[in-house]
Structure formats: structure tokens, C-alpha cells
């Protein structure tokens, strides 16, 4: 029941995204910080279940922290022409790059 919470609400922030074109993506950081507040459900301001299947997508090409919900907001924007999938998240996050 949770899960179908946070797919909604992360598919509203991308529709609002792609039809806002706001590309001031700190200031949707920003907004997004003050709105989270109302959240009380960690789920959806932590987002574990995405972090942890990223981490273990990732794992030996990766060195995966977690992103939270306005982070990746952020990152959407940022991304605007990516697919947005768990290496273009990585990469648009500066996370370290698992030597091999």
C-alpha cells in the first residue's frame, strides 16, 4: 500500500518537472524541503526501497548513498534529457565510482 503511495507522488514531481520545464533546480530542491515536512511516513522522504535496489544494482561499479526524495528531485531536473535510471542518478550525484 506504501509502495503505490510513493510511485504516486514521484509521479507527480516528474510530471511537474516536465511540464514546468523550471530548470532552477535548487529552488525545486528548496520547495520540495519545505513541502516534505507534511510527510510523516519516512518511506517517502528516505525512499529505502529505491536507495537499496540502486545500491544492489550498482554495487561493483558504484559506491551507492542514499538519495532522499528532494535530492532526487534535484537530480531529475538536472537530468532533464537522461532516463534517469540508477547509473544516471549515480553519476548526477558525484557518488564514487567502485575501482576495479
Not at 507534511?38 to 535496489?53: G, K, S, Y
Not at 535530492?71 to 544516471?88: F, H, P, S, V
Request: contains cysteine; proline residues 1%; aromatic residues 4%.
Amino acid at each position: 500500500m506504501h509502495i503505490k503511495a510513493i510511485v504516486t507522488l514521484f509521479a507527480v514531481l516528474c510530471v511537474t518537472l516536465v511540464a514546468g520545464q523550471d530548470r532552477d533546480c535548487d529552488e525545486l530542491q528548496r520547495r520540495c524541503e519545505l513541502c516534505i515536512r507534511t510527510l510523516n511516513n519516512i518511506n517517502d522522504t528516505r525512499m529505502p526501497v529505491f536507495n537499496n535496489e540502486c545500491r544492489e544494482k550498482l554495487r561493483r561499479t558504484w559506491r551507492w548513498r542514499n538519495v532522499g526524495r528532494c535530492e532526487l528531485t534535484k537530480l531529475n531536473c538536472m537530468g532533464i534529457n537522461r532516463r534517469m535510471n540508477c547509473q544516471d542518478v549515480a553519476e548526477l550525484a558525484n557518488m564514487q565510482r567502485v575501482r576495479t
